[in-house]
């Protein structure tokens, strides 16, 4: 019995002391004192994102329960937001909401009225005016002088941080906005990663420098014009949200009166065309006002008809679960009410004034069935309804035709591309189109405009229901659900009278410039008169009849420098990537190139773009300076995904002002290489394939290629921990000036066809086919955009013919037609401990080698084994065509016209 015991002693003693029993213990303290480390630096990076679950997490968001305390918050985390993008500051999420009024500490009390000082001098150093007209005026006339100064920084100071609406004291509170208890709430999200500084570490190399003349003639211009009578001017709306739970809607609503809007104006945008779109003023969007549409670009149709609007969707800019990304959310809610028509007719109450009725569709004015603008021209003071470019609505019952919604109050829609870009128009009153259509409007000497447009946005709640509850009548026989329960019942919601604000009572948009139709702003009278009319059959097709200026050209959103998401990394070599890149698609049949330069987001001072490389192209490129910033550059794993709203709208831009002059455009960033395979030495033979069997777009995978080891610059180590963010050294990956980026990243890591793609192909596709792209998809056709009738008419079945993918677009063979080599720019920190990552020993097992070592062309792994002689393993493929064929010919152009410019830095 003794034995058996000691026996059982043993085998506990041995348990207890076994090596994988001490291995597992090890593991999971380590783990808790990794986690414990973590919290602590995360606890002093931002103690307020340490919570201890969602009671506290709502504990802090109710914490302030007014309308004045909510909308102060939302627009202090506005203006930091645009603080961050104009000035190269800390660009992250708030975390820590503002003390109640009564609560405000001293410090806290001196720094803000600090930080309202300098935001005044700043206003009155760039010269915006704000001023408010309303209830105040009678008092402030009963003021001595000594006190207007004072009342009127007071004013701009309300402008700014303060909800107009709590103005008065019997304003109810706003509803509260709900927290979806479903979902978790991720306030620590990738705790390693910590967002750097806007543009941190973006100092574009210069092969050639620009020159700053267009700058000053674009000051002395400006300041010419500040006392220009149509100026650009925003009127500033409040918003009650306590009124959207009153049904019907109260008519009229209580802040609409002049004398509660305040006045913003931007004396940029002062009627010259030589400022639009530059100065369109989308980064000092007036959050105070979400009904306001977010504008980045204005310009008139080819045929006059229209003026089309270029804006995006705010709401989607923050959408995460923090509590002022919450509040964001809410009080963002007219943006997306924007994407939803409704339908109103004119109520005339006498011969000088027309009003406008919310109404059913059946009730509705034939151009008033699905609006949301009133568009007012001046100086003729016509008015006219907004058309949109397509039905966001039933472009979201077609994505989801059973169950889905448009919009949901929970999130912002950002899994949704095709909500991102706003399109609209406004159409030309009948005896002006001819005028708009020749630019007989524009000044030839000063560019100045002399009409004008205003908007007006028709302010309803926005529709959560699904996305089919209230499609307009030519849709009607698209609807899948014929019950009457859960429909939108615009009589219930909007009474039976509800009449619109006058205008002047409205918040808007006045005094956009209708400047010159694209063909005319952007080409020589001697070019936009060589325009060939489209073929027959395109006319026939659609409702394109713009002259053709070209059959292949791209669009393109660039920078001389720029930093990826997450303000990770920042990369320089726009100019010489563009150089090359542009050299390179001539080649392969490009016509014309559409360049966005988005350079100056960065605030680099003068020279720092792409115009100099533009200038090297004087009939191949179009040059369009666009400074917008993005509105949240995050990674897309985070709590807040990244929203490049500048990248979306310059493409919707190019896509409307030149896609009805051109048949085909290729949507292709300058380090995405379209390789033509197979027996073609030229894409355009490719197309003319696309135009016989019907195809409408083409789109190719894209999988991150590397650079070669031996064409890369000997590496430098960098052993300063604070530019390689690792303990391993790191180096400053640099393609030699002999070398192309096409042959440097010349080594995929896939051969023959992609198996495995990212889900973000790029694509060439037919303008006029195409309602909507989003970067790498056309989210929205002539097809999908189709009712019922119509796609049977296609020769589609309704029930079994799915839209997305659509039916007129393939992935290319890759092997015969054409592949896409992605030569993404390694960055400093992505080299960290390549040495030995690299190697066989050590390659696969933990972090990513992105330094290319390309397998034997014909490899035995028996003969050449798992690596090269330098022990580096084998990772990646180099694609034969493109060394021998494409790489020699690209070469031999860019030392033929521009191998100086490259000579001369190179002795440098």
Not at 64 to 75: E, G, H, I, N, T
Not at 426 to 443: F, K, M, N, Q, Y
Not at 792 to 798: F, V
Request: with cysteine; net charge neutral; aromatic share 10%.
């Amino acid at each position: 019995m003794a034995g058996r015991l000691r026996t059982r002693g043993n085998r506990k003693k041995t348990l207890w002391t076994s090596k994988p029993f001490l291995l597992l213990s090890a593991l999971i303290l380590g783990s808790i004192i990794f986690y414990g480390v973590l919290v602590v630096r995360v606890a002093f990076k931002n103690p307020d994102l340490i919570i201890s679950g969602q009671e506290q997490e709502e504990d802090r968001y109710s914490s302030s329960k007014s309308s004045k305390d909510k909308f102060r918050r939302f627009l202090e985390f506005s203006k930091q937001n645009q603080d961050a993008s104009s000035s190269s500051s800390q660009h992250r999420i708030v975390s820590k909401p503002q003390h109640e009024p009564n609560k405000e500490e001293p410090s806290d009390h001196v720094e803000q009225e600090e930080r309202h000082k300098r935001q005044d001098q700043q206003e009155e150093k760039d010269e915006t005016v704000s001023r408010k007209k309303g209830p105040r005026g009678q008092q402030q006339q009963q003021q001595s002088p000594a006190s207007h100064k004072s009342e009127d920084t007071n004013k701009r100071r309300n402008s700014r941080n303060h909800d107009p609406s709590s103005k008065s004291n019997n304003k109810a509170v706003p509803p509260k906005p709900k927290v979806n208890k479903s979902l978790p709430v991720r306030q620590v999200m990738r705790p390693m990663w910590m967002p750097k500084p806007k543009g941190q570490g973006v100092r574009p190399q210069v092969l050639l420098q620009a020159k700053d003349e267009q700058d000053t003639a674009d000051a002395n211009a400006i300041a010419d014009q500040e006392e220009q009578p149509f100026m650009l001017k925003a009127f500033v709306e409040p918003i009650d949200f306590d009124e959207w739970e009153q049904k019907p809607l109260p008519s009229p609503r209580k802040t609409a009166t002049a004398d509660q809007l305040y006045e913003l104006h931007f004396p940029k945008v002062a009627g010259n065309c030589q400022h639009v779109p530059k100065y369109i003023p989308a980064d000092e969007y007036p959050d105070q006002d979400t009904f306001l549409p977010w504008i980045h670009d204005v310009f008139p149709t080819h045929d006059g008809k229209y003026i089309q609007f270029i804006a995006q969707n705010r709401r989607r800019c923050h959408t995460g679960n923090t509590p002022e990304e919450i509040e964001l959310l809410h009080v963002t809610q007219p943006n997306i009410a924007l994407f939803q028509h409704v339908p109103v007719k004119r109520v005339f109450f006498n011969k000088d004034e027309t009003r406008y009725q919310l109404v059913p569709h059946e009730q509705a004015d034939p151009d008033g069935v699905a609006t949301r603008f009133i568009c007012r021209f001046k100086p003729s003071m016509e008015e006219t309804l907004s058309v949109y470019n397509f039905d966001y609505d039933y472009a979201s019952y077609r994505k989801r035709p059973f169950g889905g919604h448009t919009f949901n109050y929970e999130d912002g829609g950002i899994k949704s591309v095709h909500l991102t870009q706003f399109l609209f128009r406004c159409p030309v009153p009948e005896h002006l189109v001819e005028t708009v259509r020749t630019g007989a409007s524009i000044d030839p000497d000063t560019h100045q405009a002399s009409l004008f447009v205003d908007v007006i946005p028709i302010r309803t709640p926005p529709r959560y229901g699904l996305s089919n509850e209230f499609l307009q009548p030519k849709y009607a026989d698209s609807d899948n659900n014929h019950h009457t329960e859960g429909r939108f019942d615009p009589t219930l919601e909007w009474g039976e009278h509800h009449i619109l604000p006058r205008i002047e009572d409205s918040g808007r948009w006045e005094n956009f410039p209708i400047c010159r139709p694209s063909l005319q702003e952007y080409y020589s009278p001697t070019r936009a008169a060589a325009a060939q009319p489209p073929p027959p059959k395109e006319m026939e097709r659609n409702d394109q009849v713009a002259p053709r200026m070209h059959r292949l050209v791209s669009c393109m959103w660039a920078s001389a420098g720029y930093t990826t998401r997450g303000e990770r990394f920042a990369i320089n070599d726009g100019q010489r990537r563009m150089l090359e890149w542009i050299h390179y698609n001539k080649l392969l049949g490009f016509e014309h190139f559409y360049l966005y330069d988005n350079s100056d987001a960065y605030n680099l001072g003068p020279g720092f773009n792409l115009k100099p490389i533009a200038d090297l192209f004087p009939d191949e490129i179009t040059y369009i300076t666009w400074p917008f910033s993005v509105c949240n550059n995050n990674p897309n794993n985070v709590d807040s995904p990244g929203e490049r709203s500048s990248q979306y709208a310059a493409e919707s831009s190019c896509r409307l002002r030149f896609g009805p002059h051109v048949e085909w455009i290729g949507q292709f960033d300058m380090d995405e290489y379209l390789i033509p395979m197979g027996s073609y030495t030229s894409v355009l033979p490719i197309l003319d394939s696309l135009d016989e069997k019907g195809t409408k777009i083409l789109s190719f995978g894209s999988w991150r290629a590397w650079p070669r080891r031996d064409l890369i610059e000997e590496p430098v180590p960098i052993t300063d921990r604070s530019q390689c963010d690792h303990h391993f050294h790191c180096f400053e990956l640099q393609v030699p000036t002999q070398r192309t980026y096409l042959q440097t990243y010349n080594c995929d890591r896939q051969s023959g066809p992609k198996k495995d793609v990212m889900p973000a192909e790029k694509q060439l596709y037919k303008p006029s086919y195409v309602r909507q792209h989003f970067i790498h998809y056309s989210s929205v056709t002539i097809l999908s955009d189709m009712n019922k009738t119509e796609f049977e008419k296609q020769g589609y079945d309704w029930f079994r013919t799915r839209i997305a993918p659509d039916p007129k677009s393939r992935f290319s063979d890759e092997v015969n037609e054409a592949t896409m080599l992605h030569t993404k720019a390694i960055a400093r920190q992505d080299t960290a401990g390549w040495n030995e990552i690299c190697k066989v020993e050590k390659y696969g097992k933990g972090a990513t080698c992105r330094i290319g070592v390309p397998y034997p062309e014909v490899y035995d792994e028996e003969r050449d084994g798992p690596g090269n002689k330098d022990g580096f393993a084998y990772n990646c493929y180099i694609n034969k065509k493109t060394e021998t064929h494409w790489v020699p010919r690209l070469e031999k152009a860019i030392a033929k016209e521009h191998g100086h410019i490259f000579d001369s830095t190179a002795n440098q």
